[in-house]
C-alpha cells in the first residue's frame, strides 16, 4: 500500500521478555492486542552446529480483518541460516483465525544467528488506511559441535525440497515487479502510438480572412503613405483576384481584366459587384501598364473599395461552387 495511507501507530510487544509460550519453545514473543495478535516463537535460545530450531510465526486475527506476514527470506535476511522445512496452514478458534507459518533451520556455523526487527500490516476488509507492528529482533546463540563420538553422524540432505514453493511464497516482491514492468510497457506504447498517430489537419481558413489579413498587411507597409503607386496597385489587385478565385472558383489570377469583367456575367453573386470592380481594375492596369500616376486619395479609395467588396462578398463565399 502507499506509505501515505499507513498509519504511524505501533503495537508493543504485549509480554516484554522471552516469556514460554507453548510446549517445546524457549523464546515467544507476542505484539499487538484485540483486533490483531502476532506471535513469533523460536523453539530455543542456544543451539549447537549440528542441531536445527523451528521458527512459528502465528497471526491471530478477529473477524473481518486482514494482514500480511513479514517476509522473511533464507539465508538473505537470517546470515548464516539453512532452511529445511516450510509449513504453512490456518485454523479457526472461535470467531477468531490463525494464520499460522512454521520454518525449520539449521545453522551454518557457530555464533549469533539474528531474526531481524520486521513488520506486520494490517487493516480492516473494508478500510483502505493500514495498522502495522513492529516486531524485535531476536538472536539463537550457535556453539560448534565437539568432535568426538556420537556427536559425528550424517544427516539426511535437507532444505531443497520445498525450494520452488518457498521461493514463490516469500519472494512475492517478483510479481510486484513483472506489474511494474507490464504498466510500464503499456505507458511506452501509449506514448507511441500518440506520437505516431495520424495527424488530423486543421482545416484551411477561408479565403476572405486570408484576403482581409493581406489588406491589413498592405496598409501597414504604408505603401499609400510613401506614394509607392504601382507596387501598392499591383498588390492590392492580386489580392483581390485570389480571393475571388479562392471563395468562388474563377480563374481571376490568370485572367486578363476584359476576360474577368466578362466572366462576371455569369458570377451569380460576384456579378453584382461587376460595377464596383470594373472602375477599380481599369485604374490599376492603367497604373500598371501605362504608367498613369494616382494620387494618395485615389490610392486609399482603391484599398478601401477591394476590402469592402471582400466583406461583402464572404457572406456569400462558396455558394457559386
Known sequence: MPPALISCSKEQATNGGDAARGEGFEISKSYGSGAVKFTLEVSAKSISTADSFVCRMTMDLAEGYEAEFPDLAFPDDVPGTILTRFDE??????????????????????????????????????DVKEDRLEIEPVEVTVTATELGGDAIAFRPARGLIETDRIEAMQRRIWPKVLGAVAIAAALVVVVVWWARRPKVEPPPPPAHEIALKRLRELDRSDLIGRRKVEPFFVAV????????????????????????????ATAGEVARHREVLQPFLTAADEVKFARFDADETAMRRAFETAERFVRQTSRTEGSER
Open 89 to 126: 496452514h490456518e485454523k479457526k478458534e472461535g470467531d477468531r483465525r490463525l494464520q499460522i507459518r512454521e520454518y525449520e533451520i539449521e545453522p551454518e556455523f557457530e555464533g549469533t544467528i539474528e531474526f531481524p526487527a520486521m513488520e506486520v500490516y494490517y487493516r480492516k476488509a473494508a
Open 237 to 264: 489587385t492580386e489580392i483581390v483576384r485570389d480571393y475571388i478565385e479562392g471563395a468562388f472558383g474563377l480563374r481571376a489570377p490568370e485572367q486578363t481584366t476584359e476576360e474577368f469583367l466578362a466572366g462576371l
